[in-house]
């Protein structure tokens, strides 16, 4: 399997129609993530089946802070486009209490996302198949085609193999993130939105090291939100394809009003890349850091300590898990 290497147009004129043949007149569902991959994949299939379509958002208690109204608000005032949002905190924070191995974690997101996509298929009937946002760095690093397993990403090495749909449509697994751009803004999506950085399926559970709890993902989701919003306020964010914070969930000593504290680290990252197999790190301003740092251990409450990941890919992987 080789990626695409043609012209944008030409591609979204193949991908409708492989999704009408493939698919043919079945309601179909598709995975909705709020993500450009999937936003893309949405569009095409509306393009492609019209009312036929209805999207399933699933807000899994890691998304970032404000992002589950925000998809929901884009995509059905915007684009009008039908959408179930299905609040699942708690089932997943029950699938995978006790959890710490990445690997399992991945495994276990990719299949209550395929079991929840199956039960609101049941209720809406008739429907065949499902259509997600895999793209082809996702095949890579799965270990599919050829290639050595770096993780298994929810919605290809993550992917149970019994489900109840008889076939699942990916229009644009032979596309690179930036050809995906390339799609969304021929398709007319936001600028701000085809640019929008990546965030992995699993949301913040693959950026929580060790147990997930919901205390754990509003810390992250809180300092995220400081850096982010910092790094995209002075500009810095023209300079990154990726930046986020992670928790790695290890605590240290520090010093809050006078006494002696026992808190955690967060660790914020800053990548360049091309397409996303390899990556280098943007060098941010020492003033630009120390804002960030002051801001996160003074208003995250549970953090003392803000560390800059440093390490490109490889050797290690954008994401931590």
Not at 38 to 47: M, N
Not at 172 to 181: A, C, D, G, M
Request: charged share 30%.
């Amino acid at each position: 399997m080789k990626h695409y290497e043609g012209k944008t147009k030409d591609f979204i004129e193949k991908a409708i129609n492989e999704i009408k043949s493939g698919v043919l007149d079945s309601p179909v569902l598709c995975a909705l993530s709020g993500g450009v991959d999937s936003a893309v994949c949405a569009v095409l299939a509306q393009k492609a089946v019209g009312k036929n379509l209805t999207c399933i958002f699933v807000d899994t208690g890691f998304m970032r802070l404000n992002e589950g109204d925000y998809v929901e608000k884009l995509f059905k005032d915007t684009h009008n486009i039908n959408l179930i949002r299905v609040n699942a905190e708690e089932r997943y924070l029950a699938a995978l209490k006790g959890i710490t191995e990445p690997e399992r974690k991945r495994k276990i997101i990719g299949e209550t996302f395929i079991r929840i996509f199956e039960e609101e298929a049941k209720k809406l009937g008739g429907i065949g198949y499902l259509i997600q946002g895999t793209i082809y760095p996702d095949i890579i690093e799965s270990g599919k085609e050829g290639h050595k397993n770096v993780k298994s990403h929810h919605n290809v090495g993550g992917m149970p193999t019994n489900i109840e749909f008889r076939g699942v449509v990916e229009p644009i697994k032979l596309l690179y993130k930036e050809q995906v751009r390339s799609v969304a803004r021929e398709l007319g999506l936001p600028a701000e939105f085809a640019a929008r950085q990546p965030f992995p399926g699993p949301g913040l559970a693959v950026r929580v090291l060790g147990e997930l709890t919901k205390e754990k993902c509003d810390m992250l989701r809180h300092a995220d939100y400081i850096f982010t919003s910092e790094l995209e306020k002075v500009g810095l964010n023209k300079k990154a394809k990726q930046y986020f914070a992670m928790l790695p969930n290890v605590a240290s000593v520090g010093v809050r009003d006078k006494a002696r504290v026992y808190e955690q680290a967060i660790v914020i990252r800053a990548v360049e890349t091309k397409d996303f197999v390899s990556a280098s790190i943007v060098r941010l301003p020492y003033p630009f850091l120390e804002k960030v740092v002051n801001r996160i251990t003074q208003e995250v409450k549970g953090v003392n300590r803000v560390v800059y990941d440093l390490t490109p890919k490889p050797s290690g992987t954008i994401e931590w898990e």
